[in-house]
């Protein structure tokens, strides 16, 4: 659930994953008065002074997918919170054990998403808009969570949380609105500080538009996914994202690489046979021969 929590100086309590947010973010929010964050070099994300309040004070990046598992299924965890209510108003009977049933469903289908990316055994992201966020043979693996209608993705490298990517849906009554557009112009309000905007580049293999923020710690990437209705809201630890290349040291095969044994027969280029040898070019009968 991305929120920001009541902070100092009147900062806007805001659930971007719950259903009625919508209308408290599109409200008009005094933000608190306070001084300029430091400049970004050139090239870099802008900097904000504060994504902390993005995500559940909960999760923190390094966990493994057990303990982030344990923050949403154990007694008293996310998914018992958000049961309570329901619960609370029903007697003993039929309906309140359906209910118990669909959120231990909901826990054990969660706690089985939990996704390893092996080389020689695909998966199906390699065909979602997600493939992009991973790689196979590094150690990496996702967790799926369906939660308040919306997708919530934990991205994990050597098991430990580096990434939360949420897919928010785009409509007039969503808390980001109904288009990408609007959806940087309020996080650009709610941040504070104008995202910068990187447009879709084949060169630089970025395969979406997205405005990105950063603070100390985290990176804030907002993922251009509207054909599809949503936008990708991203959170990431810098540190790990600094450490890719090193963290990534298996590289994917090139799709148009020469075969190895190909590449070993012609490695000192490609000759004819018969280019020494005599006769006619023409393979069929000799002249003159019946």
């Given amino acids: 659930m991305w929120y920001l929590p009541r902070m100092k100086r009147g900062v806007l309590a805001l659930s971007l994953l719950t259903l009625g947010a919508g209308a408290a973010l599109a409200s008009a929010v005094s933000l608190p008065a306070t001084a300029a964050p430091p400049a970004a070099p050139a090239g870099d994300a802008p900097t904000v002074s504060s994504l902390s309040g993005l995500v559940e004070k909960e999760l923190h990046w390094g966990m493994t997918h057990v303990q982030v598992t344990q923050v949403y299924n154990q007694t008293g965890g996310f998914f018992d919170r958000e049961y309570a209510p329901q619960l609370m108003k029903l007697q003993p009977g039929v309906a309140q054990q359906q209910l118990e049933a669909d959120r231990d469903s909901r826990k054990a289908n969660f706690e089985r998403s939990y996704t390893e990316f092996n080389i020689g055994t695909p998966t199906g992201y390699d065909v979602g808009a997600l493939h992009t966020e991973y790689t196979y043979g590094n150690g990496e693996a996702v967790q799926r969570l369906f939660k308040d209608g919306k997708n919530r993705f934990f991205f994990y490298i050597k098991d430990r949380l580096w990434k939360i990517y949420d897919e928010i849906p785009l409509r007039p009554d969503a808390p980001l609105g109904a288009s990408y557009q609007e959806a940087v112009t309020k996080l ?103």
């Fill in 188 to 290: 650009n309000g709610l941040l504070a500080v104008p995202g910068r905007i990187r447009a879709a580049n084949a060169q630089t293999g970025l395969e979406r538009t997205e405005a990105d923020w950063q603070d100390a710690k985290s990176h804030l990437r907002a993922v251009d996914r509207s054909g599809e209705h949503v936008v990708g809201v991203v959170l990431e630890d810098r540190n790990t994202l600094s450490n890719l290349t090193s963290l990534r040291s298996v590289k994917p095969p090139d799709p148009f690489a020469l075969d190895p044994s190909i590449a070993n027969i012609t490695k000192n280029g490609v000759t004819d046979p018969n280019a020494s040898k005599g006769g006619s070019p023409d393979g069929g009968k000799g002249k003159g021969k019946h």
